[in-house]
């Protein structure tokens, strides 16, 4: 088994610790988070979507390859997510940079095994990002793909996976009165990591 850095361990540890207060403060959705991708050409783009696993290989999310996240990641694998819970303490913010990769197909495949029945015809029917003329289109393409798969398992489309973000970096912000912020960066310099604090 590899060894996890110990700064990495904390980090995560961190992550996790924050995580669960977020679930029991109350937050809507303590998984949601941005996620932030760029083009070839450096334009931005952001947006929400929901971690699905972690651990010391990633941060996790799935979705279509051929929508506009999962073109630009194909093209620029580098994205960075923020974790945002205004109801811990004062509010607590986490912020993950790194290098992305596409999980295995084996991987994939049991997630999306696992997802609501609705949801994975849901993956089969949306053209993810392309022009929608009507939501009656829509419909129309649901109730395609339930009949084309009635009584029967529903497979993985082709194109929808999941991508994991491999952190280098790993930023916990805690909100400070007056602006007074405490931050924490870990830093990853090839398998070395670092830790240093941050003016607010």
């Known amino acids: 088994m590899t060894s996890i850095h110990p700064l990495y361990a904390e980090a995560l540890a961190t992550f996790d610790e924050l995580q669960a207060q977020a679930a029991a403060a109350g937050e809507p959705d303590p998984t949601a988070m941005y996620l932030a991708t760029a083009s070839t050409e450096a334009r931005p783009s952001l947006r929400t979507v929901l971690l699905k696993s972690h651990g010391a ?7 279509h390859t051929d929508g506009r996240k999962g073109i630009e990641l194909s093209q620029n694998p580098f994205a960075a997510l923020l974790f945002h819970w ?4 004062l509010g607590v913010q986490v912020r993950i940079e790194g290098a992305v990769e596409v999980v ?8 999306f095994a696992s997802r609501p029945r609705g949801s994975q015809i849901g993956a089969w029917a ?3 990002s392309q022009t929608l003329a009507s939501r009656e289109a829509f419909d129309e393409a649901l109730a395609m793909f339930e009949k084309k798969f009635e009584g029967i ?6 194109d929808w996976t999941g991508f ?3 952190p280098s970096v790993i930023e916990v912000w ?7 912020h405490e931050r924490y960066l870990y830093e990853r310099d090839g398998t070395d990591w670092s830790k240093r604090m941050l003016y607010p």
């Open 57 to 63: 290989d990633g941060f996790v999310f799935y979705t």
């Open 86 to 89: 205004p109801r811990v303490k």
């Open 104 to 111: 295995s197909s084996d991987e994939a495949d049991a997630y």
């Open 126 to 128: 949306s053209l993810q």
């Open 153 to 158: 398992d529903v497979p993985r489309p082709d």
């Open 164 to 166: 994991r973000v491999v």
């Open 174 to 180: 805690y909100a400070g009165e007056f602006r007074l």
